[in-house]
């Protein structure tokens, strides 16, 4: 989620490289790099960008989806840089779990807070196939121990065995175990499902929304850029 700040060469000239706090309030606009501000929403997500943005691209997504992962590591740093820089769209993630692992994840990342959440996120989707991996050569003792456990104790038996816990704690999360035990987070977490299915009509991940229009068929970077503004429009 880091981005540079990238200042454009007609401004500079124009402008002589005075400081922004005595540039008028136009140009101090050109300067600001929205990538740098996120914010926890009404609806759940975190979005990174200009909350004012005319255009606003929503994607629900899992973190155990690998077409997600695909998005994150090729659609998203272009879709940074080229268009939640300049402020005119605003990126909101919408965490849509559909499994025990995707919870325990979803958990940690948003447990980061708006300053690592996307950061955190971005790394499990960048380590996806390490952690799952993991998961899926349990033994079956191990899954049936699991199946015994209460609820937030069976997540902190999965953050550990996948590694999740130790990406959390080194991202800055405080206590991975108590974000775990969140019960209003969790709850949090449903509710943003029932929105998706009920109000959205979801079937799968990832899902788009453009300004609260669903994009059906659109899974992927090539098919959603055409339908995003031109850079600098």
Not at 76 to 86: C, E, F, I, Q, T
Not at 119 to 131: G, I, M
Request: hydrophobic share 45%; net charge negative.
């Amino acid at each position: 989620m880091k981005a540079r700040l990238v200042l454009g060469l007609v401004l500079a000239t124009a402008l002589g490289g005075a400081p922004a706090a005595l540039l008028p309030a136009a140009a101090q606009e050109v300067q600001k790099d929205w990538t740098r501000i996120v914010a926890l929403t009404p609806e759940g997500g975190y979005r990174v960008g200009n909350p004012d943005a005319p255009v606003k691209l929503v994607e629900y997504g899992s973190l155990t989806c690998d077409h997600c992962a695909n998005f994150a590591a090729q659609g998203v740093p272009r879709l940074l840089d080229a268009y939640v820089k300049g402020g005119r769209i605003s990126f909101e993630f919408r965490n849509f779990v559909r499994d025990p692992y995707d919870l325990t994840a979803a958990m940690l990342s948003r447990c980061a807070g708006p300053g690592d959440y996307f950061a955190l996120t971005d790394h499990y989707f960048a380590s996806q196939s390490e952690w799952i991996g993991r998961f899926e050569k349990m033994t079956e003792a191990a899954r049936k121990e699991l199946e015994s456990l209460a609820d937030a104790d069976r997540l902190k038996r999965l953050a550990a065995i996948g590694g999740l816990a130790d990406d959390a704690a080194k991202a800055g999360v405080a206590n991975p175990s108590q974000c775990l035990a969140d019960g209003a987070a969790i709850g949090q977490l449903a509710e943003i499902r029932r929105v998706a299915v009920e109000e959205h009509g979801l079937q799968g991940t990832p899902t788009f929304l453009l300004n609260g229009r669903r994009l059906d068929g659109v899974h992927n970077w090539p098919a959603l850029e055409p339908l995003l503004a031109p850079p600098g429009s």
